[in-house]
């Protein structure tokens, strides 16, 4: 118990310190070294004004575009506006695939910023490459004619004299980087405005006391001459590319009286899948600029501790304090006990309850209730972004779908939806219980039988929706040595196949290898029971040869077992896929009612369990 009582301990006082004693801290010293840090508002707000035009740094402000077509007209009006020379200022749209009339809006444009004497550059690509991708290629493109590069969302609307500020502050000696002050237009929630004021408070005293961690990708400006290019696969590439600047030495400044305002209004369903990839962000970001820890940062890195790092760290700080209450609830002594229960029944409430509160849309508004759903949910956002990174599960793309291949309706009622996805949770969270111990045994019967990793990963169609297929990458025990498609390329399984390794085959029987599918079921990708997920290279071919083949999964996540799966074995032909075609269609039509669907999932999973104990898997 006494290791309960410490872990306990430990992450309460690591929940307050993140949450209060360092912002406090933090403000105290930035108050007290304030007047050090003052910058003369006349001088940058006249910086222009004077006959110095021809020193002025050249700026280009790159702006990747991705179906923007809502706010692009209103974000190059607003460009248009700036006050700053009109031949030291260029403005690149990088147009990654749009489906919607981006670049046709943007064409409309170009006469007006001639008219203005400002260069506006259209870099228009007709497949979807990501975010970085556009950033690096331009970026470099642009490096060497330009003093400043400018990152802006199109999103988001600047205050006239922004570039002004930029040059000014730029000419400061060890600043690398410059932000502004970023707000949101409309708030979507009053948890959400409390959370964005917390967090402007604590990027000023960043600011004020080394660097700020982390500048809003609405609105930032580097030098030129220090960029550098990042990896493709960076997640929150407006945290990594500034901060690789500060890791070298330089400074990143907020300065309030550049104004960003975000006119992209958040809502509950959004604002949590923005949130789940800030989560496998913010890991992916923590591991990648460790160097950021380093004691000669000084306080820059004690604000990436404090700061940056405490934040991913707590939705797992959370968990363990759930987990350590949870059993100090059966102390012996009386006052840990009591104390255990308060804090365990609290937890339960406040996750509970902002649980229902996301899946119904139902979000408290009176403080501090909106606050503490906000952080909740915030955290278990980050939760499951942080755990899909971790495990290698990242979602991967959205494929476009044609409008063809659309269903019309989904069969799923939610007196269906709920409950189903309920229970697959609690069914999950049990059997990861009940098998991690033999994990290890597992593991070690795979690594003795033959090389390679215990886990084997693979890229899979899940769950279909009226405008995309979401990907997701399974997770098996591995079964087949690790080259065994190095010359075949992807096929089918087959009867006997010689592939599978001994324990591979042993695995396969009772359905083993197919119980680590249970942390997909747990982050979302996947469900109990469902139709088999299909490998994306076989799925273009299916859809060719079997009409309505896609449909199978629209509207109903894969399962690990499924009604199509106890009722044939595994697919060794174009035949066996037609065939069990028909049994995920039917299975599709027990969503439509709860006791259906009730009787349906526990025959299914019945007969899984029996598959498993008599060694009749496939």
């Known amino acids: 118990m006494d290791w309960l009582l410490f872990g306990s301990v430990v992450s309460v006082n690591l929940f307050i310190y993140h949450h209060w004693v360092y912002p406090k801290f933090l403000q105290y010293y930035a108050k007290n070294t304030q007047t050090d840090n003052k910058v003369d508002t006349f001088e940058s707000r006249n910086y222009v004004s004077n006959d110095v035009d021809c020193d002025l740094p050249k700026i280009t402000i790159v702006m990747p575009v991705y179906n923007e077509a809502k706010h692009l007209g209103d974000k190059l009006s607003n460009l248009l506006m700036l006050d700053y020379p009109a031949d030291k200022l260029k403005v690149v749209l990088g147009f990654d695939g749009c489906t919607d009339n981006s670049v046709d809006l943007a064409r409309q444009y170009v006469d007006q910023f001639q008219l203005n004497n400002i260069t506006l550059e259209l870099d228009v690509a007709e497949d979807n490459h990501g975010k970085v991708h556009v950033i690096n290629k331009l970026l470099m493109r642009h490096k060497s004619a330009s003093d400043i590069l400018v990152l802006s969302d199109v999103s988001a609307l600047i205050s006239i ?45 960043e600011s004020i006391t080394g660097s700020i961690i982390g500048p809003p990708g609405a609105l930032y400006a580097i030098k030129a001459s220090l960029f550098e290019e990042i990896p ?247 079964t087949m040595g690790v080259e065994s498609e190095s010359k075949s390329g992807p096929v089918w399984a087959q009867k006997q196949d010689t592939r599978v390794t001994s324990v591979g085959r042993f695995l396969r029987k009772t359905r083993i290898d197919e119980l680590p599918q249970l942390i997909n079921v747990l982050l979302g990708d996947m469900a109990i029971v469902g139709p088999r997920p299909e490998r994306p290279v076989f799925c273009g071919k299916l859809e060719e040869k079997i009409p309505y083949y896609l449909e199978r999964t629209h509207g109903v996540r894969p399962g690990i077992t499924g009604l199509a799966q106890i009722s044939q074995g595994a697919d060794t032909c174009l035949e066996d896929v037609q065939n069990k075609l028909y049994w995920d269609h039917s299975y599709a039509l027990s969503l439509t009612s709860f006791s259906r669907w009730l009787k349906a999932d526990v025959m299914i999973i019945l007969r899984t369990f029996l598959t498993m104990v008599t060694f009749k898997g496939n």
């Open 161 to 205: 004299d922004a570039m002004q500020i930029f040059a000014h502050r730029m000419a400061e000696e060890g600043v690398g980087v410059v932000t502004g002050d970023y707000q949101l237009y409309e708030h979507g929630s009053k948890g959400e405005a409390h959370y964005w004021n917390y967090q402007r408070n604590i990027r000023k005293a």
């Open 232 to 478: 493709v696969d960076t997640i929150n590439d407006d945290f990594v590319f500034p901060m690789l600047l500060v890791s070298r030495g330089y400074r990143a400044v907020m300065d309030e009286r550049i104004s960003i305002v975000e006119m992209e209004a958040t809502n509950t369903t959004n604002d949590f899948s923005r949130r789940t990839r800030i989560g496998a962000g913010n890991v992916q970001q923590v591991l990648r600029l460790r160097g950021l820890f380093s004691s000669k940062n000084g306080l820059t890195g004690f604000n990436f501790f404090s700061g940056k790092f405490l934040r991913t760290l707590m939705p797992f700080n959370l968990l363990a304090l759930f987990v350590c209450t949870f059993f100090l609830t059966n102390s012996h002594s009386m006052v840990v006990a009591n104390t255990a229960w308060f804090l365990w029944l609290g937890q339960c409430c406040l996750y509970g309850g902002s649980a229902l509160g996301l899946l119904f849309d139902a979000a408290p508004v009176k403080q501090p209730w909106a606050s503490l759903y906000y952080i909740a949910v915030g955290y278990m956002a980050s939760f499951y972004g942080g755990i899909r990174y971790i495990f290698g599960l990242d979602r991967g793309t959205w494929i476009k779908i044609s409008s063809d291949q659309q269903a019309t309706s989904n069969f799923q009622k939610k007196s269906v939806v709920i409950p189903k996805r309920f229970s697959d949770v609690l069914i999950s969270i049990v059997a990861l219980i009940i098998i991690t111990p033999f994990v290890p045994l597992i593991a070690l019967a795979i690594k003795l039988n033959s090389k390679g990793p215990v886990f084997y990963r693979q890229l899979r169609v899940g769950e279909i929706k009226n405008e995309y297929v979401e990907v997701f990458m399974l997770i098996k025990f591995r």
